[in-house]
């Protein structure tokens, strides 16, 4: 009796860990990058096919994604948004560190193939504080929910006190499924310790 509990013990030990090391040997974690910068998770091979969560390659794409539960479909739309900081009528990409600079961001956007029902813009600093610049929703008037628009933040007066790069985050809602703000585009100020 116990050398037939032992051997179906063996087998069904067996089976187990020759299954697990064939989908092993079928499917294998990778690491992914996209410009220089990996996604977080990775990706899957699965038949010499690599696979990446929609996700992690849209955060990394700085895309906006919805998901419809119904018809188990993800879409993902990526509009370009370039963004400029203006000191008054002048662009600027750095500033001394301990400066306090009013300014404001001019933001174009293009090829928006959803509609939307808010956005907003941020700067953020070397330790992480995110400070709201501007934004708008679907209530406020003449607000674009898609296709092609520019846009232009009021003045805010900001102390850049440490040095190290300052991030300005543009922020989209869609308009359906998940309405969370999801960042755009992104770009830099550094601040410089002066001379």
């Given at each position: 009796m116990k050398v037939r509990k032992l051997l179906?013990?063996?087998?069904a030990l067996t089976l187990l860990f020759g299954t697990a090391a064939f989908a092993e040997s079928v499917t294998q974690s990778i690491r992914i990058e996209?410009?220089?910068?990996?996604?977080?998770?990775?990706?899957?091979?699965?038949?010499n096919k690599a696979y990446v969560g929609v996700g992690a390659l849209s955060k990394a794409m700085q895309a906006i994604v919805s998901?419809?539960?119904?018809?188990?479909?993800?879409?993902?739309?990526k509009p370009n948004v370039h963004m400029f900081t203006m000191l008054g009528d002048k662009p600027f990409g750095s500033i001394t560190k301990g400066h306090t600079a009013k300014f404001n961001v001019f933001a174009q956007i293009?090829?928006?193939k959803t509609d939307i029902s808010a956005f907003k813009v941020t700067i953020t600093d070397p330790y992480?504080?995110?400070?709201?610049?501007?934004?708008?929703?679907?209530?406020?008037?003449d607000f674009p929910t898609r296709g092609d628009f520019w846009f232009k933040t009021k003045d805010i007066s900001y102390d850049f006190k440490a040095a190290g790069p300052y991030t300005i985050r543009f922020y989209m809602a869609l308009?359906?499924?998940?309405?969370?703000?999801?960042?755009?585009?992104?770009?830099?100020?550094?601040?410089?310790?002066?001379?």
């Open positions: 179906v013990m063996v087998t996209l410009n220089k910068d990996e996604i977080k998770d990775g990706g899957l091979l699965v038949d998901w419809d539960n119904g018809a188990k479909r993800a879409s993902i739309y293009d090829s928006l992480g504080e995110e400070t709201l610049i501007d934004g708008r929703n679907s209530s406020d008037k308009s359906s499924g998940d309405t969370s703000l999801q960042v755009v585009s992104e770009k830099s100020i550094a601040s410089v310790t002066g001379s």
